[in-house]
């Protein structure tokens, strides 16, 4: 059992106003993340703005500490992830014509049951990723410096809330009135969408992520647009249409490449370490160790009913079958390791290729319809997003001194709220939009969900495809960048274009700081803190239009369901 001063340690971090601030920013997150998921086909960790925010909203109500800022953030980041796990698999279905035969409740299912497999692997493996191996999960360090760092007061607040109004009210303007064009300086170029996106979020995505890692997605996005597809064509390889097949195709093989790359490299050499330490971890109980209950043995029994539970319920609600289910349950466990190990080592989760290897696996082994292959997919990535969203977290309260039962509990309301959340919005969507509009091309790219349609339909380029996948092996251990490449030879390319913008202006942005702090001759220590506030505001901005359009842009897919039931 728990003792005292451990119940005690949880007062004052897992707080009844933190728990609402949390809600509240979840059920936005995860709409706005599921929204920016779809139509930009990527998905920056929220991580850092929910940490900034829930300590900004906390010094409103009065005094806050950095541990209840820590968990609060936990249950406004958790639906982050949940989102990005159904819109980086479901779409798929429906850009092969099976929307019809899936439901609200069948997604809400898929999430739920991925998020409580999540929760349950995260609780028997956190001692190890966090306490024994210390890994260094950069996103989760880089919120409890951040936490460290910020003295959120009013200026933060009107930062955020008025980026937050100008990228919506210019949403609006595009989207729902017409005034503003949604493409700018197009050109006709055959087979290559020449044009800057007109998007305050597509901007901000450029810049959150950095020049670096958007300069090798642009340079893709060269690749596949003007070497394969212009250069290909101009000299008389191929069509554009048979162009474009092997863009498509090139670009999923890096992708997969990197995905493999990392379980190769990263996580199987760790493999017999992770087993050791897991059954180290399980030889004693300990309160520090049990998060569930307040007994490890205890803990373990939950898991193993939890886990069955589970497996019954996707057997039985999504017709799966039994063989199926407990594959998926079993694998899903597997993936969310590698999921941890990887987000510690690299802060990548690429819980899409963990759902796809699963669905090869179980596809292996058992005849199941196509559309039931989605759901699986599906199940993996948001179990695998979740974990990766939550170790991130523990690593923070690691550093903060936070409850780590406090941030499990925080987690599993976040999940919970993210998976009803997410399901609502998916569902309104495409009811809004139809089907039809999701797909490279479309106005919503969703491009991870291609990807794992093309897997389930058939690839347009196997060769090229398989190249791809050599190439991302290759490059992974080399130290390129293979998933971003990947991404931009996939990706239409204004969106590429448009995401290299946004980080030139981060370019300029760190340029301009750096020398304004040598012209006023700072020391080091007030260049240090200068610069924290600099990034922090950049940040908060930068947060506040890609949240403002993405929450627009799902208020409106809503108002044009609600017309259209009206009508």
């Given at each position: 059992m728990s003792n005292p001063s451990n119940r005690a340690s949880?007062?004052?971090?897992?707080?009844?106003?933190?728990?609402?601030?949390?809600?509240?920013?979840?059920?936005?997150?995860?709409?706005?993340?599921?929204?920016?998921?779809?139509?930009?086909?990527?998905l920056p960790w929220p991580i850092i703005?929910?940490?900034?925010?829930?300590?900004?909203?906390?010094?409103?109500?009065?005094?806050?500490?950095?541990?209840?800022?820590?968990?609060?953030?936990?249950?406004?980041?958790?639906?982050?992830?949940?989102?990005?796990?159904?819109?980086?698999?479901?779409?798929?279905?429906?850009?092969?014509?099976?929307?019809?035969?899936?439901?609200?409740?069948?997604?809400?299912?898929?999430?739920?049951?991925g998020t409580i497999l999540g929760l349950l692997a995260t609780a028997l493996i956190h001692r190890h990723f966090i306490v024994d191996a210390a890994l260094e999960f950069p996103t989760g360090n880089a919120a409890a410096q951040t936490l460290r760092a910020t003295e959120a007061g009013g200026k933060t607040g009107k930062q955020l809330f008025g980026s937050m109004a100008i990228a919506g009210i210019y949403s609006v303007l595009r989207d729902a009135l017409g005034v503003v064009p949604s493409m700018l300086c197009t050109l006709n170029i055959p087979g290559v969408t020449f044009a800057i996106y007109n998007s305050p979020m597509l901007l901000s995505i450029g810049f959150l992520v950095g020049f670096a890692p958007v300069a090798f997605w642009f340079a893709g996005a060269l690749l596949g647009n003007f070497g394969i597809i212009v250069g290909g064509t101009a000299?008389?390889?191929?069509?554009?249409?048979?162009?474009?097949?092997?863009?498509?195709?090139?670009?999923?093989?890096?992708?997969?490449?990197?995905?493999?790359?990392?379980?190769?490299?990263?996580?199987?050499?760790?493999?017999?370490?992770?087993?050791?330490?897991?059954?180290?971890?399980s030889?004693?109980?300990?309160?520090?160790?049990?998060?569930?209950?307040?007994?490890?043995?205890?803990d373990a029994g939950i898991i193993g009913l939890g886990t069955?539970?589970?497996?019954?319920?996707?057997?039985?609600?999504?017709?799966?079958?039994?063989?199926?289910?407990?594959?998926?349950?079993?694998?899903?466990?597997?993936?969310?390791?590698?999921?941890?190990?990887s987000c510690g080592q690299t802060g990548i989760?690429?819980?899409?290729?963990?759902?796809?290897?699963?669905?090869l696996i179980v596809a292996a082994f058992a005849q199941i319809a196509q559309v039931k292959?989605?759901?699986?997919?599906?199940?993996v990535a948001v179990a695998c997003g979740l974990a990766g969203d939550v170790m991130n977290d523990f690593k923070a309260g690691a550093v903060l001194g936070t409850n780590p039962r406090a941030q499990w509990i925080g987690q599993a309301i976040g999940g919970i709220v993210g998976a009803l959340v997410a399901a609502a919005v998916m569902v309104a969507l495409v009811t809004a939009y139809g089907p039809d509009a999701f797909g490279p091309d479309k106005s919503f790219v969703a491009a991870q969900a291609s990807v794992v349609a093309t897997m389930v339909s058939g690839i347009p380029s196997v060769p090229w495809f398989a190249g791809g996948f050599i190439a991302g092996i290759v490059m992974y251990w080399l130290g390129i960048p293979a998933m971003m490449i990947g991404l931009g030879v996939y990706l239409p390319f204004y969106m590429s274009l448009t995401a290299f913008l946004g980080s030139c202006v981060k370019l300029a942005y760190d340029?301009?700081?750096?020398?304004?702090?040598?012209?006023?001759?700072?020391?080091?220590?007030?260049?240090?803190?200068?610069?924290?506030?600099?990034?922090?505001q950049g940040l908060v901005v930068a947060s506040g239009l890609l949240g403002g359009e993405s929450i627009v842009g799902v208020i409106l897919s809503f108002v044009s369901v609600g017309l259209s039931l009206l009508g």
């Open positions: 949880m007062r004052g971090q897992l707080t009844l106003r933190g728990v609402v601030i949390g809600v509240l920013g979840c059920v936005i997150i995860t709409a706005s993340s599921a929204y920016t998921a779809l139509k930009m086909g990527a703005f929910a940490a900034v925010i829930s300590l900004f909203f906390l010094k409103l109500m009065g005094n806050a500490s950095l541990n209840e800022a820590n968990v609060t953030h936990t249950i406004m980041s958790a639906g982050a992830m949940v989102a990005g796990g159904l819109a980086f698999t479901i779409p798929g279905a429906w850009m092969l014509g099976y929307a019809d035969q899936i439901s609200w409740l069948d997604m809400f299912i898929v999430a739920l049951a000299a008389g390889l191929f069509d554009v249409v048979t162009a474009q097949g092997i863009v498509k195709s090139l670009g999923m093989g890096l992708m997969m490449g990197f995905g493999v790359a990392v379980v190769l490299k990263d996580i199987l050499p760790q493999v017999a370490g992770i087993a050791r330490g897991l059954a180290a971890d030889s004693s109980d300990t309160d520090e160790q049990s998060l569930i209950s307040g007994s490890l043995k205890l069955a539970a589970i497996a019954v319920i996707v057997a039985i609600a999504l017709d799966l079958g039994p063989v199926p289910a407990v594959i998926v349950t079993l694998f899903t466990f597997v993936t969310t390791i590698m999921s941890a190990q989760d690429p819980m899409e290729i963990f759902g796809l290897i699963v669905m292959l989605f759901f699986i997919a599906g199940i340029k301009w700081a750096a020398h304004r702090d040598a012209a006023a001759g700072l020391s080091d220590e007030e260049k240090a803190s200068k610069d924290a506030a600099f990034q922090e």
